[in-house]
């Protein structure tokens, strides 16, 4: 037997409907801030990811889906959606119409990874970007808006952290400063931290081992090194997160894996995870709009891992399973034939219904209306239709009340919507 590739896994049908209704939450909250969808594809060349997330970064170093095409194209499966909504922002030139644009995306994304809980090598995220919008407020209404969206799902276990990278002004200064100190502590560093201290310093400050973590530990804050317009940013960010009560942390460590990131970075963490505690990670990216070719324009977004979310929503699954309104229980070819006709109908006029076409007995129908659980069933024997009625029963009161077969659909949608 065929089994699934490693890390990847399927979203079976008893799972599907709280994906369903996580997304559709997302969706109509984002579309009510002024967010529209976009959809770009999951293969995208290479050089787009090299040059966007970077290329000291775990991501492009390790993890990347990357294969030749049948021409010799260095083609990847996404990583990430950010790369790919600011290419799509600059091939379609939409700054020039207007400038500002806000856009979300839900769909899979791609990383090899070593696969553990919460974490898979195809995996989904629902991203939101907004462009064109240098401003604070901006800011702290996405991460707002972040917040909601996990009110509205009624997850509680969860914190949100911020934190300020900067920007290619004032950066330098703490780069240098971490420099120095991870030199001379270089011996407690791991090897992937060795190497990242001269590359890419800040993202040792993100590392999990315990050594590098306790030689961080008294690593300067970068919020120290913030020029005055960073450092006004961020200010502007917090007081408006406690104005709209949004609890928050400032996380001095927070640096994120992606080396786009300028100022205002945030995620949502929770402890309902282990090890992956992260569930939605965002910040600007003020640079990468014209690192990518395009003009200068400042964006900000996040992503919220999908899978992650799906795992600490705590809804009652039971209130989103969807069963059938009617169960028809037809007897007889000629039963069966009027079943399917009027289930038809009856689907189309939106009203859940399932037929069984197999021919069993009336026992064995009634069993399997149980098992779906289904609201009515409808029964469609013999001597019902000699009568020109059928029976509709109410599974809960066990009440039953007899149509006619004129008029039936009509006559049951009046019965079933009253
Ligand atoms: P990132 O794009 O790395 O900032 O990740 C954003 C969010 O996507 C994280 O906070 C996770 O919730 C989720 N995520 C990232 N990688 C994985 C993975 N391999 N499996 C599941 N979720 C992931």
Redesign the pocket.
């Given at each position: 037997m065929i089994q699934l590739i490693r890390g990847f896994k399927d979203i079976l049908p008893e799972e599907s409907a709280l994906w369903q209704h996580i997304e559709n939450t997302a969706r109509a909250l984002f579309e009510d801030f002024g967010f529209r969808e976009i959809r770009p594809p999951v293969l995208e060349k290479t050089e787009l990811f090299k040059r966007s997330i970077g290329e000291d970064t775990d991501?492009v170093e390790k993890e990347m889906y990357t294969f030749p095409d049948r021409k010799g194209d260095l083609l990847t499966l996404r990583?990430?959606a950010?790369a790919s909504v600011v290419r799509s922002y600059i091939q379609h030139k939409m700054y020039a119409a207007d400038p500002i644009r806000k856009m979300y995306t839900i769909g899979p994304?791609f990383?090899r990874?070593r696969p553990q809980k919460?974490?898979?090598?195809q995996?989904?995220?629902i991203n939101a970007e907004v462009f064109g919008e240098a401003s604070p407020y901006i800011d702290a209404q996405l991460i707002f808006m972040l917040v909601s969206l996990f009110e509205k799902l009624s997850v509680t276990d969860s914190n949100v952290h911020i934190n300020s990278l900067g920007c290619p002004e004032c950066r330098p200064d703490f780069r240098k400063a971490l420099s120095e100190l991870l030199e001379s502590r270089k011996k407690q560093l791991c090897e992937d931290c060795i190497r990242r201290s001269e590359r890419n310093p800040l993202r040792v400050l993100d590392c999990k081992v315990p050594s590098c973590r306790e030689a961080v530990s008294d690593a300067p804050s970068i919020i120290d090194y913030l020029c005055p317009a960073c450092a006004a940013h961020f200010d502007t960010v917090q007081e408006m997160l406690v104005k709209q009560n949004v609890r928050f942390e400032v996380d001095k460590r927070l640096v994120?894996?992606?080396d786009y990131y300028t100022r205002t970075t945030f995620?949502?963490q929770t402890g309902a995870l282990g090890a992956?505690s992260?569930?939605?990670?965002?910040g600007r990216y003020d640079g990468l709009v014209e690192a990518l070719g395009g003009p200068s324009q400042p964006a900000i977004g996040?992503?919220?891992?999908?899978?992650?979310?799906v795992e600490i929503v705590t809804l009652n699954q039971e209130s989103l399973a969807k069963h059938p309104m009617v169960f028809i229980a037809a007897l007889g070819d000629e039963g069966i034939r009027n079943a399917w006709l009027w289930s038809n109908d009856l689907c189309m006029a939106g009203i859940r219904t399932e037929v069984d076409f197999s021919g069993r007995s009336l026992k064995s129908l009634m069993k399997r209306a149980d098992k779906v659980n289904a609201s009515y069933v409808m029964i469609v024997g013999e001597s019902e239709l000699k009568e020109g009625s059928v029976v509709l029963r109410d599974m809960k009161t066990k009440e039953q009340h007899t149509f006619s077969m004129d008029n039936l659909v009509e006559n049951l949608k009046t019965f079933l919507y009253q």
């Open positions: 991501i990583p990430e950010t994304m990383r990874e919460g974490r898979y090598r995996f989904y995220q994120r894996g992606l995620e949502i992956q992260a569930v939605a990670g965002g996040f992503a919220i891992g999908l899978d992650r979310l």
